[in-house]
């Protein structure tokens, strides 16, 4: 199928963050840095206006956890036009190119769902901070983490709107089994208080130290949660500077 032209979102220079709580469905210290993704899609048009091709970058950017995960992207592609998938990842600027897990098909029917990274813990670790945690403790400086690319090419063109942004980006939980969704996707991924375990955050976004609560780092995090977004729905402007890592630009962790 030829593309004629490509619609990246959210956009061409920018990305969705990703963030994650990963004890759910218990509540833990709510330090919001478990696992943080920065990632991009790209959807291939054909001339017609119809989807043939979906491509995406994805980056690393904290691990703050004890436990490991596998971070996926899953489009809900029509079932019927098969899809050719290709998924690499590199740990670092310069390192060989890997797939990106085992477990991917090289080809799909109809929902493709993509394992960009596997087994967080053995691929991104600060090796002199505490735990190996990534990003997610006072005065360790930055380090660029691993990049992958995957690429979607369809047998047979869909309609352009049968995927949807910020698509169905979840985390698995290797140590417990369970599987935590964003709060723009599956707002029911919340504990009995209204506490999201997954949300899109601001690509300025930056991440609590390592065991300080959200609302600390955050005071108006709370009115957001039990105003359930209806008040404080900028709480991430506001930052209390003492208790979150500073993520520098994309410039710099984007290679």
Same mark, same amino acid.
């Given at each position: ?6 619609? @990246? *979102?959210?956009?061409?220079?920018? %990305? @969705? ?8 469905? #218990? ?79 090289? &080809? ?12 967080? +813990?053995?691929?991104?670790? /600060? ?19 691993? #990049?992958?690319? %995957? ?11 049968? *995927? ?13 089994? &369970? ?11 919340? /504990?009995?208080?209204? %506490? ?9 976004? &930056? ?8 609302? /600390? !780092? ?9 105003? &359930? ?11 209390? !500077? ?8 994309? +410039?710099?962790?984007?290679?």
């Amino acid at each position: 199928q030829t593309v004629a032209n490509w619609t @990246y *979102i959210p956009a061409a220079d920018s %990305f @969705y963050f990703a963030g994650y709580e990963d004890l759910y469905p #218990k509540i833990g210290d709510y330090d919001f840095n478990d696992l943080t993704v920065a990632y991009r899609v790209a959807k291939g048009l054909n001339a017609a206006g119809e989807l043939v091709a979906i491509r995406g970058t994805a980056y690393l950017i904290t691990r703050g956890a004890a436990y490991s995960h596998d971070w996926h992207l899953k489009f809900d592609l029509p079932a019927g036009p098969l899809a050719n998938l290709t998924c690499t990842f590199q740990r670092a600027p310069g390192a060989a190119n890997q797939p990106c897990a085992a477990v991917n098909a090289a &080809q799909t029917n109809g929902s493709a769902d993509v394992t960009v990274f596997a087994n967080t +813990s053995s691929i991104f670790k /600060d090796s002199g901070a505490p735990s190996g945690f990534t990003h997610t403790v006072p005065g360790r400086a930055f380090i660029q983490g691993p #990049k992958a690319t %995957f690429s979607l090419e369809l047998a047979a063109p869909v309609a352009a709107n049968s *995927i949807a942004p910020p698509f169905n980006a979840y985390l698995h939980v290797r140590n417990t089994g &369970q599987i935590i969704q964003l709060l723009e996707v599956n707002p029911t991924f919340r /504990d009995a208080n209204g %506490f999201p375990f997954g949300m899109l955050m601001p690509a300025n976004w &930056q991440p609590p130290d390592e065991g300080d609560h959200l609302m /600390d !780092a955050y005071s108006s995090f709370l009115d957001y949660v039990t105003s &359930q977004g209806a008040k404080s729905a900028n709480w991430y402007n506001t930052p209390n !500077a003492n208790k979150v890592y500073g993520i520098p630009a994309s +410039s710099v962790w984007a290679w």
